[in-house]
T-cell receptor, first 114, second 114 residues
């Protein structure tokens, strides 16, 4: 069975604060892929990152960073020095090898106020 | 680079009517996906095409739902005898051939069934 849990329903921060969005996944497969997508108020899902299960290196892209830990089945996302434009719903997703479907979590709504 | 496009963006219909949505994938993407997203939830997988072949279908895709991709380019999703529970955002995504299979999403079609 595949499952993605995003326990934080909504997070509110003030601009320039750092914020971490949690993602915990369940899968029986040893090979899988993890993703983060951003859904701004306009509604279109925007791809942020793709990570395969063999690569546990953390990744940094500008103000965004991702921490993948297989031991805890977590793939957390940190935004440093948040900005108002970061306000959106963020989804974590899982895809097992051999299947094409993405299994999404329920999302975390991030509100960044000025 | 043109992204995934979906038409119409909004559709309001009465219960019992049939509706059809169209998705045009990114040029040269041979894989196409349909998802459904209800309020406050993550997208749920409906079906997947590789070229014109429908290779995966979710149990969510009841007999009233049918998807086609006749020439391996655009796709249509038809819902017959709509029910109020069909009200949702219908998202289309595409991904390129080969190993890099990140799914890129369109803006969605919001369906409201009265």
């Amino acid at each position: 069975a595949q499952k993605v849990t995003q326990a934080q329903t909504e997070i509110s921060v003030v601009e320039k604060e750092d914020v971490t969005l949690d993602c915990v996944y369940e899968t029986r497969d040893t090979t899988y892929y993890l993703f983060w997508y951003k859904q701004p108020p306009s509604g279109e899902l925007v791809f942020l990152i793709r990570r395969n299960s063999f690569d546990e290196q953390n990744e940094i892209s500008g103000r965004y960073s991702w921490n993948f830990q297989k031991s805890t089945s977590s793939f957390n996302f940190t935004i440093t020095a948040s900005q108002v434009v970061d306000s959106a719903v963020y989804f974590c997703a899982l895809r097992n090898t051999g299947f094409q479907k993405l299994v999404f979590g329920t999302g975390t709504r991030l509100l960044v106020s000025p | 680079d043109t992204g995934v496009s979906q038409n119409p963006r909004h559709k309001i219909t009465k219960r019992g009517q049939n509706v059809t949505f169209r998705c045009d994938p990114i040029s040269e993407h041979n894989r196409l996906y349909w998802y459904r997203q209800t309020l406050g939830q993550g997208p749920e997988f409906l079906t997947y095409f590789q070229n014109e072949a429908q290779l995966e279908k979710s149990r969510l895709l009841s007999d009233r739902f049918s998807a086609e991709r006749p020439k391996g380019s655009f796709s249509t999703l038809e819902i017959q005898r709509t029910e109020q529970g069909d009200s949702a955002m219908y998202l289309c995504a595409s991904s390129p051939p080969g190993g890099i299979d990140t799914q890129y999403f369109g803006p969605g079609t919001r369906l409201t069934v009265l």
